[in-house]
Structures are given as C-alpha cells and as structure tokens.
C-alpha cells in the first residue's frame, strides 16, 4: 500500500500552461475546459462514435500558479478561431467560394503569425500580425475596390491568384483599418467616462433637489 502510493505520488505530470514537469501535488490544479469535435469520428465497423459539433470537456492540469493565465489563453484562443469562423465566411461569400484553397489559407494564417510572403519568399513584417477581426474590417473597407478589380482586371475568377490579389488589397487597409478600430476603442472609453461623470453629478446634485417642481433654481 505503502509503496503504491510512492509510485502514485512521484508520477510528474506537465503543465497545461508552461509545459513544464510538476508533481501532482497541491501546487497542480485541474481546470476544466470545453471543446468542440472538429470532425465526425467512426468506429472500425463504420459506427459513428462522435459527431462534430458535439461538445467534450477536458481536465487540464495546470499549476496553481498558472491556473488564471492558462483561462485566459483557452477564452482567447476562442475568440481567435470565432473571429477566423468569420473571416472565412466572409472571404467565401465575396468570391463565391464553397473552400478556401489551402496556400491562401496559409497566406492568411501567416499574416497573422506576422509573416508576409513577397515573390515566394516569406518575411517578418510584424511581431504579431493583425487579428483575423482586423483582417476582416479592412476586406470590408476594401470591398469596393476588390469588387471592381474582380469584374475588371480578374474576369470574375475565383482561383488561388485572384484571391491572392484580393488579399494583397486587403492588406493595404489594414493600417487605415486600425486607426480606425483605436478610434472606436477611445470613442468608447470616453463615453464611458462621460456616463461615470454623469453619475457623479446627478448623485451630488440630488440633495439639493426639494422635489421636481421646485422652480426657485431659476429665480
Ligand atoms: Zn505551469
């Protein structure tokens, strides 16, 4: 019994989080997190055991220490593929397409990863490339031009090239594009700031109120 528990105890376990090596003891947490299969899963009879869509959970194991980071990680990494569920949908629609075909695909990802590719040759351009909502904001501000070069200069074709030249054409508004989203984002933040004012006022003023009738204000 004794020995069993030793055995037990001294199995290391990694990290969700940092990946590194810990003993499962009271410095490891277990942080459940949901997912979604990706692909429909059969059985060597041709039973199928998992339908994509459906929802599993996992129980992550990650240290205390990491538990609030690795949370955030999993919520952030949602909201990225959301936000790449919408981009794809997007650029599907604009150029009626049922697939994305793969290279552009990649060239999007990488653009994320902050890579550009010039002449096949890929570069560095960014630490962090734009979010995928960027990415969409600027195809939006763009749309115009991507139309108009689609009827013109691509004769309404929709292969790996003319998407290529649509997305270069997206990538020169994604500075606009975020000028203009770090403009929202202030706008926001002051109206915010405008309501806390707001509020302050009113409960400072509210004292001196009688009732709302009271006309001697104005006298
Ligand atoms: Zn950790």
Redesign the pocket.
Known sequence: MYSKEVIKLARPVK?K??N?F?MLDDSMTIVETQHKYAKDKFDPDGKKIRKKGETYSKKNK??K??ATLFQKKVEDTKIENENWDVLCKYIEKLHDLTVIPKSNITRLKDLRAGFETKNGERIRKWRTGPDFSLMLDAYVLSELTIRNSLKNKLDGSNDVKSINYCISIMIGKLNEAFVRRRNRERQVQEQKLNKEVTIIEEISYTPKKTNSNDISDFL
């Open positions: 990290c989080y940092c590194e810990s990650v240290h220490k990491c």
